[in-house]
């Protein structure tokens, strides 16, 4: 175990390295936005179906477009380092006011999903590793298999089809019944009901991804000597899988959860288009069609900043799992 | 399931509110209708960007001058009369008493004069156009608005509605930075809705407004605007009456034809007479084989409209003529003695056309190598895509097909101009003036300006057609000047005109009376009700 306070300093030495990664992300995704050809006047102008062209100038203007690339780049990085994220022109608010609105859908749905699909991919690998090329085992496998391989956007209409326009069971979309405007408990009872297709769309391929990961896990740990001589002690074969085998095997399940963190969000734009879920991964999938780009970069400055905490968070769980590890 | 006490519940307390009020008015009272509205506006600013699904919410919220019905002709709005001098330069009009902004502030003439000369003539993206005749308004009381032009401007008189030209309230607008306002996205106007809620992402939230300057009006208690960014959940929330509007291109057209059959499903193609959107394939006028008018006509003559109408969109649309939409005859501007490329032998006449041309098969039975843009405004745009590939194959040309995202189309096209060919759709909006000329007149020749001139074709003949009928007061002298034009377009061709889209708006048979005129969903929906 490391000396006390070490776990602190371990924390604030990881985010102090974090700082030049993250500038160097917001530079280059800057760089990289500004590649695409045509800007949020052209799009305007071209939803409005007509515009002057003194009209289309006054925008460019108004919105800092006919600055040159390094002025604009220079601008914009003085400005993150305040923290402040700028304008979105398009939606004529605040940048952070927009991507803060949206946080909280999109925390909820990632949120719900990992703790759906490591529990289950945990729970399905242990039964599965139990009794392995049993029937169970193979069912299993199976499930994964295909669980793995379908595309998320399919599985999504899928699930619409059955569970809410045959089945009548869950709402088509939304995060909450338009038009009923609940409060209080019946609320959160709202959204839970309207979270169920979204989460187990997203959790999906998770469950498949872990359940697989856990079954190998599982089957590697308990070739290793440290069971035989649990067994050779006389504990029984419950309390060996449960305190001994599980927590070293859900190390890598652990560490892979933390990666995927990243693609989940990227999962989450697929998930909250279909079920229009009102959270970040669409405003994002809009905003880059809309060239909204200081949108855009926002929130792919807050994406950084979520995956690298959420790997610094998964770092800080290992040493609770495995007391060998140290935080250097 | 608690879920059925609900209709009985409704049920009781609408009979004790007909027990009450008495009024006929009083059974039409209530409800909530959810319309689907695609994509989620960016702003609720119509006077700034008159989007289709800004338009669609803030046309509840504010009113126009004028209201129009489905021959085109203006009724009243906030005018209650109007009277126009013979040489077309001074209308006068006479505003309504009584009305009140939502925040209760009077609407007067004042309000007019505001949102014409300083809101709608400078941020509106075609204001400078609408309004560039108009020298002053006068306001010789608080409900008199007396329009001086310098010369006549027929067309303005189709750009009045709530959902063009908006009225705002000036004691809230005045000496602030109109493009960047705190109301923007919370708009005050004298509409029959209030809006009162905006759930990014989610829904926009617009009740009653019981103020509402037509007695007993809206009979809606509220409407929820809905944001559903994938069309097959659109469709999902349509069919379970999640949702019970969509139009424009909501719902696509394929979905379209399947909500049709259910029992509780209408769909109605009225309500898009002041879009009069044309379908089309723009040429590039500037580089070869296109600068020539042969190979531009032979184009025309090649499309098989009544082909890509049945199978590319379910048989919703009508085959185009020319530059005006047929839904302009109503105002007599339409002609339709004008080339007709829609022949049954198009396929043959291309190729004469092409030999004519010079424009020889090579060894190889090649005329020529291009590659064709497709317009990026959904599917049935790719698989005409398909189709124009495998026409022009028929004529010995070799197309390629390019496939952008919005922004980068629009830079190809209006800015780089660095294109052969390209599908293409455009509103015809209220007037040819604010829609049409923008596409043939040699000022409209304007780089970096989107849905201007792109193909870069002009005549000084047309310009004149043009210039004359923008300030034509005579109806009959206007429609012959625009029956020259059309003829003149459609024989250089520098556009081969498709088909005129039919857009269908789906909705749910509970809800009577949506549709009541030629700008459909931009209608105010103050004779919306639900029934019973």
Known sequence: MNEPGGRAGYALRRVAQAVPVVFAIVVLNFGLLHLAPGDAVDVLAGEAGSATPEYMRQLRDRFGLEQPFAVRLALYVKNVLTFDLGFSFRHNMPVVQLILA???????????????????????????????????????????????????????????????????????SGMETIGAFHEGWRRVVDIAHHLVLPVATLSLFYVALYTRLMRAAMLEQVGMDYVTTARAKGLPEGRITLTHVLRNAVLPVVTMAGVQVGSLLGGTVVVESVYAWPGLGLLAFQALFARDLNLIMGILFLSTCLVIVVNLAVDLVYTLLDPRIHLA | ???????????????????????????????????????????????????????????????????????????????????????GKTIAFRLRKGVRFHDGKPLTSADVKFSVLEVLRKVHPRGALTFRHVTDIDIPDAYTAVFKLSAAAPYLMMALSGYESPIVPKHLFEG???????????????????????????????????????????????????????????????????????????????????????????????????????????MNTKRAPFDNQKVRQAIAYAINRDFVIKNIWFGFGKPATGPISS???????????????????????????????????????LRAEIVHDLTPYGEEWQRFGEYVQQTLQELGIKATLRYEDVPTWLKRIYTDYDYWITSNWIQGLADPVIGVHRLYHSKSIRQGTVYVNGTAWSSPRTDELMDQAEVEPNPAKRAALYKEFQKLIVEASPIAFVHELQFATVYNKQFKDLIVGPLGIYGSFDQAHQAR
Request: no cysteine; glycine share 10%.
């Open chain 2, 176 to 282: 602030t930075d109109v493009r960047n306002h705190k109301n923007a996205n919370a708009p005050i106007g004298t509409g029959p809705f209030k809006f009162v809620d905006w759930r990014r992402g989610q829904y926009i939230r617009l009740d009653r407004n019981p103020d509402y300057w037509k007695k007993g009006r809206p009979y809606l208690e509220r409407i929820v605007a809905r944001f559903i960014a994938d069309s097959f959940t659109r469709t999902a929330a349509i069919e379970k009456g999640e949702a019970h509007l969509g139009g424009f291109a909501a719902i696509p057209w394929s979905d379209v034809r399947t909500l049709e059959k259910l029992p509780h499903i209408a769909v109605t193609t009225r309500g898009y007479e002041m879009s009069a959107p044309v379908g089309k394939l723009d």
């Open chain 2, 327 to 365: 839904s302009f005859a109503v105002a007599g501007l339409y002609s339709s003695e004008v080339r007709s490329y829609h022949v049954p032998n198009g396929i043959e006449m291309a190729n004469r056309l092409l030999d004519e041309a010079g424009l020889r098969r090579g060894a190889n039975g």
């Open chain 1, 102 to 172: 949206r946080t909280g859908p999109t925390l909820l749905l990632m949120g719900a999903t990992l703790v759906v699909s490591v529990t289950a991919g945990i729970a399905f690998g242990l039964v599965a590793a139990s009794r392995v090329h049993g029937w169970r085992d193979t069912l299993i496998s199976i499930l994964a298999l295909v669980g793995y391989a379908t595309p998320l956007f399919w599985v999504g209409l899928m699930l619409i089809v059955v569970f809410s326009l045959r089945l009548g069971w869950f709402p088509t």
């Open chain 2, 1 to 87: 399931m608690p879920r059925r006490r609900f209709p009985d519940l409704l049920t009781t307390a609408s009979l004790f509110l007909l027990v009450l009020a008495g009024p006929a008015w009083a059974q039409k009272q209530g409800g909530t209708l959810v319309m689907l509205v695609q994509p989620e506006p960016p702003t609720l600013a119509s006077y700034i960007n008159p989007s289709v699904p800004v338009g669609q919410v803030a046309a509840k919220v504010y009113d126009g001058l004028l209201e129009y019905d489905f021959n085109l002709k203006p009724i009243p709005g906030l005018a209650e009369s109007w009277t126009i001098a013979p040489d």
